[in-house]
């Protein structure tokens, strides 16, 4: 049973934008500290950005400044906007869901990055970007 459906992805150049959507139910939106992962070929999932409870953001490393994480309650909806896209941001992009017990006690900023700390999943939406 999917509970989260991203959208967005698809194929630009470098320095291009794309702007990614995960919708789910209010249940979860609502309530769960929310995140997107990616995944390139060969390579582990790496965390990108976070939003918990109170709205609070986090990014990896490689991605601040570029990419931006937000939420809208009314429509049930995540989004994370990419900028200035480069070729080493190429991957299957995952939205998720953290309703694990750190995103309600204040310790997700040293979780957000564990995708076993998440669940469900979503399917996925492909980046990819040209040079």
């Known amino acids: 049973?999917?509970?989260?459906?991203?959208?967005?992805?698809?194929?630009?150049?470098?320095?291009?934008?794309?702007?990614l959507s995960c919708v789910g139910p209010k249940n979860i939106i609502h309530d769960s500290?929310?995140?997107?992962?990616?995944?390139?070929?060969?390579?582990?999932?790496?965390?990108?950005?976070s939003i918990d409870?109170?709205?609070?953001?986090?990014?990896?490393?490689?991605?601040?400044?570029?990419?931006?994480?937000?939420?809208?309650?009314d429509t049930n909806t995540v989004y994370l906007q990419l900028t200035s896209l480069k070729t080493e941001d190429i991957?299957?992009?995952y939205c998720a869901a953290g309703r694990d017990y750190s995103c309600y006690s204040g310790a997700w900023p040293d979780n957000w990055q564990r995708p076993a700390m998440h669940?469900?999943?979503g399917q996925g939406t492909q980046v990819t970007v040209s040079s």
């Open 1 to 19: 049973q999917v509970q989260l459906m991203e959208s967005g992805g698809g194929s630009v150049q470098a320095g291009g934008s794309l702007t």
């Open 33 to 49: 500290c929310m995140s997107w992962f990616r995944q390139a070929p060969g390579k582990e999932r790496e965390g990108v950005a």
């Open 53 to 73: 409870i109170d709205g609070d953001r986090f990014y990896a490393d490689s991605v601040t400044g570029r990419f931006a994480i937000t939420k809208d309650l």
């Open 91 to 93: 991957g299957m992009y």
């Open 119 to 121: 669940r469900p999943w």
